[in-house]
């Protein structure tokens, strides 16, 4: 195991970390709010856009990311349409974790009581008042779990980025592999910096699926 090689390098991971974070968040908000459109469109069944959404999750969930990386960087410039790198990832990141957060809405949604949301309206509360007020905070409680599973996946699946030209950590390790022959050197420093990046967010889930558990049931 070359040290040295790991210590002068260490800087180019540090620094496609910092890229594979940013595309990472990016994508996971956007993930967010388009999950959480197609959720209430298809928990209020709204007609045409119910089922345009529930064609976009099966498309989605049914299609790998990379695939749909090679779509967008590859296959729509043949039309005129060219997107860089960095939005590539992100509408790509998007498109896939947007399918999973609304099915974990979904699931949110569906637990709510349906007495719940009658003794809202039976108070003149509006659709928008209730979803504010009685459905959204019920469904966000019952979806940490999923959610957070789904923020760990999508964090996970920027390793592929690197198929459209992105700098990310995998990125790297493959070009420092490929320069250097250092395969053992540049692969355990890919490890490490994923589980830097990845265990604090799932140790930090998992005290908030704690709280929220406590919350809701006491124990």
Same mark, same amino acid.
């Given at each position: 195991?070359?040290?040295?090689?790991?210590? @002068?390098?260490?800087?180019?991971?540090?620094?496609?970390?910092? $890229?594979?974070?940013?595309?990472?968040?990016? #994508? &996971?908000?956007?993930?967010? $709010?388009? *999950?959480?459109?197609?959720?209430?469109?298809?928990?209020?069944?709204?007609?045409?856009?119910?089922? %345009?959404?529930?064609?976009?999750?099966?498309?989605?969930?049914?299609?790998?990311?990379?695939?749909?990386? !090679?779509?967008?960087?590859?296959?729509?410039?043949?039309?005129?349409?060219?997107?860089?790198?960095?939005?590539?990832?992100?509408?790509? $990141?998007?498109?896939?974790? *947007?399918?999973?957060?609304?099915?974990?809405?979904? =699931? *949110?949604?569906?637990?709510?009581?349906?007495? @719940?949301?009658?003794? #809202?309206?039976?108070?003149?509360?509006?659709?928008? @008042?209730?979803?504010?007020?009685?459905?959204?905070?019920?469904?966000?409680?019952?979806?940490?779990?999923?959610?957070?599973?789904?923020?760990? !996946?999508? &964090?996970?699946?920027?390793?592929?980025? =690197?198929?459209?030209?992105?700098?990310?950590?995998?990125?790297?390790?493959?070009?420092? &592999?490929? %320069?250097?022959?250092?395969?053992?050197?540049?692969?355990?420093?890919?490890?490490?910096?994923?589980?830097?990046?990845?265990?604090?967010?799932?140790?930090?889930?998992? !005290?908030?699926?704690?709280?929220?558990?406590?919350?809701? !049931?006491?124990?």
């Amino acid at each position: 195991m070359d040290l040295n090689f790991i210590v @002068q390098h260490i800087p180019q991971y540090i620094d496609a970390a910092f $890229l594979t974070l940013k595309l990472a968040a990016i #994508g &996971i908000f956007l993930s967010l $709010l388009l *999950g959480l459109l197609c959720s209430l469109f298809i928990y209020f069944k709204i007609p045409v856009v119910r089922q %345009l959404c529930s064609l976009y999750i099966e498309l989605s969930r049914n299609t790998p990311l990379l695939v749909q990386l !090679f779509f967008l960087y590859f296959g729509l410039p043949k039309i005129g349409v060219f997107i860089s790198s960095e939005a590539c990832a992100i509408i790509g $990141l998007t498109f896939l974790g *947007g399918s999973y957060m609304a099915e974990a809405f979904r =699931s *949110g949604l569906n637990a709510v009581e349906t007495s @719940q949301i009658e003794s #809202g309206l039976s108070i003149g509360l509006t659709r928008l @008042q209730l979803i504010r007020y009685v459905i959204l905070p019920q469904a966000f409680a019952t979806s940490i779990p999923p959610l957070c599973a789904n923020f760990i !996946f999508l &964090i996970k699946e920027t390793s592929v980025f =690197s198929a459209v030209a992105l700098a990310d950590l995998m990125y790297v390790a493959k070009d420092l &592999i490929g %320069l250097y022959y250092k395969t053992d050197e540049a692969l355990l420093m890919l490890v490490i910096a994923y589980l830097i990046i990845l265990l604090p967010i799932s140790l930090l889930a998992s !005290f908030v699926e704690r709280q929220v558990r406590y919350a809701g !049931f006491g124990n």
